[in-house]
Every structure is written in C-alpha cells, then in structure tokens.
Antibody, heavy 121, light 106 residues
C-alpha cells in the first residue's frame, strides 16, 4: 500500500520561502508523476504543480513564478519550494500521486495526510 | 483555465435519502472528471474517476455520470459515514477542482 507523508516547517515568515518534502513508502517513486495541492483553511483545493521521477515539472500558471519542485529518487522523496510567501499562502499542503499510464496523467489516487503551513511574522 | 462549478454548495439530507450533486465545467472535458470525498482534517479520498468508474473499495451506492460539461455524483442511499464535503475535479487540462458541496445532516 503506497503511503505519502509531508514534512516541513509549520510556520514561515512573510517574504520567506516555504519548503516541504513528501516521502513515499510502500512503492517506488519511479514511473509515476507526483503533485502538490493546497487547501486554505475552510476553502477549496488548488493544484500547485507536478514532478516526475526524472525531474520533469509542470506548474500551475498562477504560481509558476514562485514554485520550484525537485525529486530525490534515492530517498523516494520529492520536494516543494514556494518563495516570497504571504498570508494568502497559508494552507494545508498535500502531496499526491497521479494515476499514470505512460506519459498520460489522470486523477489523484493516493494522498498524503496534509500539513498545515501558516505564514505569519 | 477550465472552471468547475458545483451545486448546491450545501445539501441537507437524512440517512437513506438519495442525494445528487452537480458539477459543470466551463468547457468540454470529455469524461476526464473525478469525484472526491473529504472529511474534516483528512485528505480527499477518490470515489469516482473517468466520470463514472468506481474506485476499488468504494461502496456501490456511489455512482457518477455525465460527459462534456455536465456531471453528477449520486449517493443512492445516504449512510452516516457519507456526511462530508464532495469535490469534483477535471483533468482534461491541468487539474482544477470545484468549490465543494457539503452534505450535512438534516
């Protein structure tokens, strides 16, 4: 059974960089595509971007200028960096796996439990 | 951007009721639609993919239908465990979610 676990600081200061890591267990990070999704408190879900095992990325155009994703296959981990954060970036951040067939990406079939990141001084 | 609009935003229902949630896309997405259930403090859980395919392990009282721009999620007989928020999500072009429908106890 594939499991995903987010980790990283729960509090980030305005203008600084939010950094999170997702550790995948119960399966290999290879051959799949992996996304970050966030949910502000009491609000809906927003896709941030995806990365695959070789490091190919696609980001949400609305966040593209501030987002960087990376992958470490030796640790079965992938990471998110979001720079120049403001209070509007306060959210629960989820990592998730795409149901994948070759290079076709579909829905999200496995999710991490989520981690709350608060942007505040 | 493809916008997803769910209705209603909140739905009050009783155990045993048949419940239908609607999701409309701002442009045609074929059948590239998924439905998720989310409970407070938990990650979304996949229920339906490709508009009408039931995810393994999901009770058969959940069903999905539709194509193009209009989709529905139906719960045939609402159970106590089904009180939650439901989200539709398109994956025809990037990935965007509806705003959610909260199913609450009447």
């Amino acid at each position: 059974q594939v499991q995903l676990q987010e980790s990283g600081p729960g509090l980030v200061k305005p203008s600084e960089t939010l950094s999170l890591t997702c550790t995948v267990s119960g399966g290999s990070i290879s051959s799949y595509y992996w996304s970050w999704i966030r949910q502000p408190p009491g609000k809906g879900l927003e896709w941030i971007g995806y990365i695959n095992y070789s490091g190919s990325t696609i980001y949400n155009p609305s966040l593209k200028s501030r987002v960087t994703m990376s992958v470490d296959t030796s640790k079965n981990q992938f990471s998110l960096k979001l720079n120049s954060v403001t209070a509007a970036d306060t959210a629960v951040y989820y990592c998730a796996r795409h149901h994948t067939s070759g290079t076709y990406l579909y829905h999200f079939d496995y999710w991490g439990q989520g981690t709350l990141v608060t942007v505040s001084s | 951007d493809i916008q997803m609009t769910q209705s209603p935003s909140t739905l009050s229902a009783s155990v045993g009721d048949r419940v239908t949630i609607t999701c409309r896309a701002s442009q045609s997405i074929g059948s590239w639609l998924a439905w998720y259930q989310q409970k407070p403090g938990k990650a979304p859980k996949l229920l339906i993919y490709k508009a009408s395919s039931l995810e393994s392990g999901v009770p058969s009282r959940f069903s999905g239908s539709g194509s193009g721009t209009e989709f529905t999620l139906t719960i045939s007989s609402l159970q106590p465990d089904d009180f939650a928020t439901y989200y539709c999500q398109q994956y025809n072009s990037y990935w965007t979610f509806g705003q959610g429908t909260k199913v609450e106890i009447k």
